[in-house]
């Protein structure tokens, strides 16, 4: 289903759930990271891409501007309706899945931006908790809504960091920019280098089908839980890292300079770091190979990326390393985890007249170790956020 035909969903399901046309339909997309994973919070590069799966949001204003009143539904789970007062709006109040819209509105409010009372219907395609960034792909279609509905003249940079924020003081997930950079930086056909220190963002072509290639996700069906999973241990790992060796940033130590860092750290905060400052390394001969060579060279560099957050980062799980091992074994010319870990999604990189065989493989093998069956699907580099209607 194309986005423009699930905007329309999701203003139909508008007018049903709220008995009026919503003012308009916004969508953001869920993204990809191609490579640099774990980088983002450490002041690094990521190479993030939009995917043709997007949250729409359907919007209508209250015409009654003491009216502070918010309806919230969406399309996925008990489809109740969520009111809230805003003018009563906490960190603490906001939860469940309406804290991402909310969280987002709370920040623009925070900012003086005046949003009154409003009515929300979700519709997304992006599936939850996959690694795909379902959380970004809602903020960003929110954030972008009420950009244009209240006039804020919020840039993109700017609204990549209401994003963030709602994420992080709303939600408690303690996340960088790239997801949101992702959404609402993106082209179509293009991956985003972003430099997570600076947020100075490149477009780098990332044309896959021209080269007779395509992206896989395999969706292993093991969630991830950000707020509380191994990502903040990772991170604390990470700032350990950089106060023993006196830089700002893991960002700061080149991947030369590993060897003299081995004796300073512990064996695992050790390893920890070298996947960071590799992983950085990664995505700037990843954006180097795509500008030289398209995306048939890159395959080695997607796999020695998941090798080092098997390894070294530890993030892997059985499913998502029988996922890239199965789809290696088949033809991809690489693969590996995409996301926070922990579960979620891998990527295998593929010719596309061996998607058949590539997906059988990893159904079967998935099969033969009695994991529940993967989610498998293919991806293609598409456009940032915008209003659709
Ligand atoms: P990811 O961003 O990798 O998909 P997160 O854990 O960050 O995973 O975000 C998933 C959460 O986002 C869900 O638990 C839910 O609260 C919310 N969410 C995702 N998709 C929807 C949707 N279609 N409707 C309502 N909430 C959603
Ligand atoms: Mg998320």
């Not at 300073?264 to 180097?288: A, C, K, Y």
């Not at 990893?362 to 994991?371: E, I």
């Amino acid at each position: 289903m194309s986005i423009s035909t699930d905007a329309a969903l999701a203003a139909s399901a508008f007018q049903d759930v709220f008995g009026a046309a919503p003012s308009g339909v916004w969508s953001a997309p869920g993204r990809v990271n191609l490579i640099g994973e774990h980088t983002d919070y450490n002041e690094g590069f990521v190479l993030p891409f939009a995917i043709d799966r997007a949250a729409a949001v359907a919007i209508r204003r209250r015409d009654d501007n003491d009216d502070h009143t918010a309806r919230l539904c969406s399309s996925y789970g008990d489809q109740q309706i969520v009111t809230v007062d805003l003018a009563a709006l906490t960190q603490e109040t906001m939860s469940g899945w309406s804290a991402y819209p909310l969280g987002v509105v709370w920040v623009m409010r925070q900012m003086g931006i005046d949003i009154g009372g409003f009515d929300l219907y979700l519709h997304s395609t992006v599936p939850s908790g996959a690694g795909l960034s379902s959380s970004a792909a809602i903020e960003c279609a929110v954030a972008t809504a009420f950009n244009d509905l209240e006039s804020a003249g919020l840039t993109l940079n700017e609204l990549v960091l209401v994003g963030q924020r709602a994420e992080n003081e709303v939600v408690g997930a303690p996340t960088g920019i790239l997801d949101q950079s992702a959404s609402l930086l993106s082209t179509s056909g293009h991956a985003v280098f972003l430099d997570c220190r600076t947020q100075e963002s490149k477009l780098v072509p990332l044309d896959l089908s021209t080269a007779g290639l395509l992206i896989l996700v395999i969706d292993t069906n093991v969630s991830h839980a950000h707020a509380t999973g191994g990502y903040s241990d990772r991170r604390a790992s990470c700032e350990l890292g950089a106060e023993v060796l006196g830089v700002r940033s893991l960002r700061d130590v080149a991947a030369s300079e590993l060897p003299e860092t081995a004796g300073l750290l512990d064996e695992e905060t050790f390893r920890r770091v070298r996947h960071i400052v590799t992983e950085n390394q990664r995505v700037l001969d990843t954006v180097e190979a795509l500008d030289q060579g398209g995306p048939t060279t890159i395959g080695d560099l997607l796999t020695a990326s998941h090798l080092s957050m098997r390894d070294d980062f530890e993030i892997s799980c059985p499913e998502l390393d029988l996922a890239v091992e199965s789809a290696l074994m088949n033809g991809a010319l690489g693969a590996r985890m995409t996301g926070g870990g922990f579960g979620g999604s891998a990527i295998a990189l593929i010719q596309i007249s061996e998607e058949n065989a590539v997906r059988e493989a990893v159904v079967s093998a998935f099969a033969k170790a009695g994991y529940t069956a993967p989610d498998i699907f293919a991806v293609s580099p598409a456009a940032g956020a915008c209003r659709i209607l």
